[in-house]
């Protein structure tokens, strides 16, 4: 079975530009789930969709980050303008509908540096 | 929010020892894991563990839901187990809606 694919691996960036990453969840999963890692932290829930739904943003900066997930499978996040904070690894995840409260999966994540 | 806390931060072990590491959380949960983050960044399932006992070859796992608590015992540590180990837990957020909440992680360093 698939894991969860992200690209780009890597992305450097100046601040001021704007960036997107992509990610495809496991298949069948309808929960997909977008996190900021800052180096030494734990992973922060950036944004969480079920199908193409919006279940929760309220982490989410909406003034220059944004998501989307249009037919419910795949999904981007974007940054415009990018900021040195947000320098990090940004992950994303898979899981069934969070009803059943099933596990969850990630993918290898995208390191994004600001510079 | 649901806080998730992690103990200890740093731990250093000689090769096989062994470890246990603490999560405890301040809420209700319907979720928790065990992920071991990788040097490449990966996050790796270790357990998936609302309640009980769970083991997997040298590592094991035991939640106790009701007194909010789980354990990740790591017994006979090698080199490869170096990393930094996340507890996350699936609790009500300030939106009242759920979502998986991380710790900050016990970073591991096993020393040959």
């Known amino acids: 079975e698939a894991g969860v694919a992200q690209s780009p691996r890597y992305k450097i960036i100046e601040k001021r530009q704007s960036v997107a990453f992509w990610c495809n969840p496991i298949s069948g999963h309808a929960t997909l789930y977008w996190y900021q890692q800052i180096l030494g932290q734990g992973p922060k829930l950036l944004i969480q969709f079920q199908n193409n739904g919006v279940v929760d943003d309220s982490q989410l900066p909406k003034d220059r980050f944004s998501a989307e997930r249009l037919k419910g499978v795949d999904s981007t996040l974007k940054i415009q303008p990018a900021k040195l904070e947000d320098s990090a690894v940004y992950l994303c995840a898979s899981s069934q509908p969070t009803g059943f409260a099933t596990e969850a999966f990630f993918g290898q994540g995208t390191r994004l540096t600001v510079v | 929010g649901i806080q998730v806390e992690q103990s200890p931060p740093d731990l250093i072990l000689q090769e096989g020892a062994n470890s246990t590491l603490r999560c405890n959380f301040s809420?209700?949960?319907?979720?928790l894991q065990w992920f071991h983050q990788n040097p490449w960044g990966q996050l790796i399932n270790l357990f998936y563990?609302?309640?009980g006992t769970k083991q997997n070859g040298r590592l094991s796992a035991t939640t106790v839901a009701t007194e909010r608590y789980s354990l990740l015992y790591i017994s006979s540590s090698q080199t490869t187990d170096s990393g930094v180990y996340f507890c996350a837990v699936r609790g009500f957020m300030d939106t009242g809606r759920r979502a998986l909440t991380f710790g900050s992680g016990t970073r591991l360093q096993v020393q040959p």
């Open positions: 563990i609302p309640s």
């Open positions: 809420d209700s949960v319907n979720n």
